[in-house]
């Protein structure tokens, strides 16, 4: 071997791979703050992206390997025929990253409407459900997957500010613990992901609702942390970067907060 092919040898050795190099994605959410933010990041780090969302992003994805599709996750039948697709023309997921969800009005149980109920329970709750429901099978046979599913600090802590949505949450918390309780023994790994305060659209709509107003939710919820910031949303993709990736593979059933320190304190 000449010294020539010794450096070609070595540079492609030393050529850094991506953390989910190869991986097969599906982004719930993907044209949202956090959700698109994953999407960008996982493929960035060389995994094959499917986002998902009600409505396809303002611009294309100027990403490579990334795809978009419409998707109503409260839908059954829409699901199992956006999850045939996938397994037909990109093939087996790796990761499931459960990202949609919505906020609802802040009002107290006893104001707030029975549509609300329902509306905000299916997206959050039954949507990450059914999702689950039609990948996993997949997973199963495959012997492996990642699910990373999108509760809140809210869904550990509580808080008064919007009930029905902290309930989600809470929800998803223990629907995550359950399913890796339950699917572990097929090399699968369920673990949930718990923003606090974040600089996106959701938070400043949470902000306007506030009874107390804005600038006082702001006061609450951002000098309530630590490090005095809400989070940037690519500070929660890697969060869901490392639970995607192998390097957790140790890692299921387990809460990943990401608040500024907003639970220690």
Known sequence: ???????ATAATAATPQGRVQGKIVIVTGGSGDLGSA?????AGEGALVVSLDVTTPAEPWHEPGVT???LDITDPDQVERAIARVLADVGVPDVLVNAAGIIGRAAPSHESTLAEFDRIFNVNVKGTW???KYVVPAMIAASRGSIVNFSSIHGITGGRSVPLYHATKGAVRLLSKADAATYGEFGIRVNSIHPGSMNTRMSRTAAEMSPIGPKAYYRQLVDGNPLRRQGEPEEIAYGVLYLASDESRFTTGSELVIDGGYTAV
């Open 1 to 7: 071997m000449t010294i020539t092919d010794t450096a």
């Open 68 to 70: 978009s599709l419409e």
């Open 38 to 42: 994953c999407v960008r990041l996982l």
């Open 130 to 132: 059914l999702m689950t």
